[in-house]
């Protein structure tokens, strides 16, 4: 997918209730399920033993922690959209979670961004992203979020 720049704050305001963007396919590794299992300590089978997950798991194959795949749509926004002005942004909460459908490991996931709502807030503005995560061949989404964003001037 093509970058979008969007290049003020102003120009994002024309935006909400639209599909902003949609970012690259993304392929999740055993590697990175590896070291996402390290990072937080969660290190259930399903997760880090491709054998014992092939053979006893009703996925066949070891699966992406669900927080795994909802911490990618950050990296994800930031690959696909330049956000210019403004100093910075931060993560400001998420309001709503689903994880839908497990993302198996060497499934490529990728995420459609609606800006839902864009509100001021002292020194800048809050986004309130719709995040569609998509498991490629799948109808049934990995995850489905409402994300909330702070960027400021």
Known sequence: MARITLHSLEELKQWVGKEVATSDWLQVDQDRIDRFADATGDRQWIHVDPARAKAESPFGATIAHG???????PHMMMETMDLQGGSMSINYGVNRVRFAAPV??????RTRFTLAALEDIQGGVQLTWH???EIEGQHKPACVAEMIARRYN
């Open 67 to 73: 927080y795994l795949t909802l911490s990618l749509v």
């Open 104 to 109: 198996r490991c060497g499934d490529r996931i």
């Open 131 to 133: 995040a569609l995560v």
